[in-house]
């Protein structure tokens, strides 16, 4: 079955970076489009970035210029580049994908607090 498992998250101060990763199993990972979520206490659930099967990316306003999306085929995995975090990005970040159906699958997630 879909399994989509987050890691990378922690605690870092205001300017800092991180990088999370997604490693996915049970599906053909080159042919889904993989996304980043993120949800904080209190708010909706939000979409971060996203990156195509050919690698085209796209953001969200509040990350543009500032987060990275890629994704290593050959690893399965999917990553989210975090530079210059803001105490407004502290949330759990969430892995994504849907089938050919439009079901979502989602991974567990990781926090990332941002905070001095």
């Known amino acids: 079955q879909v399994q989509l498992v987050e890691s990378g998250g922690g605690l870092v101060q205001p300017g800092g970076s991180l990088r999370l990763s997604c490693a996915a199993s049970g599906f053909v990972f080159s042919s889904r489009r993989m996304s980043w979520y993120r949800q904080a206490p209190g708010k909706e659930r939000e979409l971060v970035a996203s990156?195509?099967?050919?690698?085209?990316?796209t953001y969200a306003d509040s990350v543009r210029g500032r987060f990275t999306i890629s994704r290593d085929d050959e690893k399965s995995t999917v990553y989210l580049q975090m530079t210059n975090l803001k105490l407004d990005d502290t949330a759990a970040y969430l892995c994504?994908?849907?089938?050919?159906?439009?079901?979502?699958?989602w991974g567990q997630g990781t926090q990332v607090t941002v905070s001095s």
């Open positions: 994504n994908t849907k089938d050919a159906y439009d079901r979502g699958y």
């Open positions: 990156i195509g099967v050919v690698g085209i990316e």
